[in-house]
């Protein structure tokens, strides 16, 4: 059975309207979380189900994670303040898989670019995050503290380059030989991420989204479609993922 914790919850931002970064007091899932992992948040108030959030950094003794605001469970994690305990289970999942020396691609969409910050800062890639407009970009400067080579896109041209962070990438590729690319972002993005990996040969790992319950393998809420060798073949995104390798994910 995985752990839970009583965390205190040390930092409390919010980074747009409805999004809100929290750092928490956590040393020893500081410890082991691995990139791309999750947490199982117990967000109180009347929901009982915990709420799968992405770890977004962890160092000396915090663990950091950051959520918009969808419904009620979300909602209710956003009425903590600094001081308070939040019940968190994890970390959770199956997370990125890196390789020494590579040479990758990071790309992001929306609340899919947090599980990317250590990414960006801990390979040798070229970063790019996609938002839908300037007002909506998120931890710009925690990402060119990571990393010299962050390009920020917005989908209507209001900041940084103009159009889809998939178009910025596709242009990047055409003169960069890469070793690996990594998504986290809305399904269109992986649909599209996955498709140019395929068509230029290059690995690809994609970290999905899916309603969960247990988060721990017991439940099935999460399965999701596969093809493991080949072989059409239920998933948990819980257990098996959330990260898979894209050639594995049907969309
Ligand atoms: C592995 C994983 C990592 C995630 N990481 C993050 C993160 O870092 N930051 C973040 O903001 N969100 C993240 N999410 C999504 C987050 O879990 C949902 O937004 C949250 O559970 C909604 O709960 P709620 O009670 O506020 O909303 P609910 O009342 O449960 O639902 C509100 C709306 O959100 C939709 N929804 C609920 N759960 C999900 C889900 N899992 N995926 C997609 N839509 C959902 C519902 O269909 C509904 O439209 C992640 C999800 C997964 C599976
Ligand atoms: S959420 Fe229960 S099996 Fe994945």
Avoid: W
Wanted: proline residues 4%; charged residues 25%; glycine residues 12%.
């Amino acid at each position: 059975m995985k752990k839970t914790y009583k965390c205190k919850l040390i930092l409390k931002t919010e980074l747009c309207p409805g999004i809100f970064d929290y750092v928490v007091e956590a040393p020893e899932m500081a410890k082991e979380a691995q990139i791309g992992q999750f947490l199982h948040i117990n967000c109180g108030g009347r929901t009982t189900l915990r709420r799968p959030i992405s770890i977004c950094d962890a160092g000396e003794g915090f663990v950091r994670f950051a959520f918009q605001v969808k419904g009620e469970g979300t909602a209710e994690l956003a009425k903590r303040e600094p001081g308070e305990l939040i019940d968190i289970m994890g970390p959770l999942g199956h997370g990125f898989e890196l390789t020494p020396g590579e040479k990758a691609v990071v790309i992001g969409g929306g609340i899919g670019v947090f599980p990317l910050l250590r990414l960006a800062r801990e390979t040798d890639c070229a970063v790019f995050l996609g938002f839908r407009t300037k007002e909506l970009i998120c931890m710009e400067d925690d990402f060119n503290e990571a990393n010299k080579n962050v390009t920020i896109c917005t989908d209507d041209g209001s900041y940084g380059y103009n159009g889809f962070a998939v178009a910025a990438m596709g242009e990047y590729l055409m003169d960069n030989k890469v070793d690996m690319i990594y998504c986290c972002g809305p399904t269109p993005m992986l649909k599209t991420v996955k498709q140019i990996a395929e068509f230029r040969r290059i690995p690809c790992q994609l970290s999905l989204e899916q309603r969960m319950g247990c988060g721990i393998g017991a439940c099935l809420t999460c399965v999701c479609e596969t093809k493991d060798t080949g072989m059409a073949k239920y998933k948990q995104v819980c257990l098996a993922g959330p990260v898979f390798k894209a050639e594995e994910v049907v969309f």
